[in-house]
T-cell receptor
């Protein structure tokens, strides 16, 4: 099956710092989502971004599908950004979506005040 | 619109007991997914349904696990008999045909003693 690797595994920041999280995947995808799992365990959708660039407030994401990676940028980090960030992909099986997301192991982000 | 609803939020049971987890997908979503999250294995897909029909149950760990979707607004995941290694957070997610984003419920934290 498709492999998903996220880096770094852990990241510690001071409030106000910027950061970049990376997701590498081993095959073509028709679905790539970034999630934030907050300290209460809730998985929150951040971006659906199989290709291109999107921005939402202090967060932005870029996926370069031809090179099989995606980046999540967090600017001016806040303590509420703490948690685990997951990248999840669905293998592109000839244009048919089967809905099977494969998750990376996540990046644990801690933002100190 | 309400998000994905799961119940119970926490379940503590003794080894050998039957456990039933419940999920109500977002209205209008015709795909429903069950995931399990553990420290060792991360987030893994157990089974998913399309239009109430199980499509892929290859992630179900063993025969002790079963899932049903009797109608478009309700699904159950049952473990019988439960074992301590089943302790995990179980998530339900849903999406609609034509859209790739999956939306997750708050999860059920299961502890089997």
């Amino acid at each position: 099956g498709i492999q998903v690797e996220q880096s770094p595994p852990d990241l510690i920041l001071q409030e106000g710092a910027n950061s970049t999280l990376r997701c590498n995947f081993s095959d073509s995808v028709n679905n790539l989502q970034w999630f934030h799992q907050n300290p209460w365990g809730q998985l929150i959708n951040l971006f659906y971004i199989p290709s291109g660039t999107k921005q939402n407030g202090r967060l932005s994401a870029t996926t370069v599908a031809t090179e099989r990676y995606s980046l999540l940028y967090i600017s001016s980090s806040q303590t509420t950004d703490s948690g685990v960030y997951f990248c999840a992909v669905e293998h592109d099986a000839g244009g048919t979506s089967y809905g099977k997301l494969t998750f990376g192991q996540g990046t644990i982000l801690t933002v100190h005040p | 619109d309400a998000g994905v609803i799961q119940s119970p939020r926490h379940e503590v049971t003794e080894m050998g007991q039957e456990v039933t987890l419940r999920c109500k997908p977002i209205s209008g979503h015709d795909y429903l997914f069950w995931y399990r999250q553990t420290m060792m294995r991360g987030l893994e897909l157990l089974i998913y349904f399309n239009n109430n029909v199980p499509i892929d149950d290859s992630g179900m760990p063993e025969d002790r696990f079963s899932a049903k979707m009797p109608n478009a607004s309700f699904s159950t995941l049952k473990i019988q008999p439960s074992e301590p290694r089943d302790s995990a957070v179980y998530f339900c997610a849903s999406r609609r045909t034509g859209a790739y984003e999956q939306y997750f419920g708050p999860g059920t934290r299961l502890t089997v003693t």
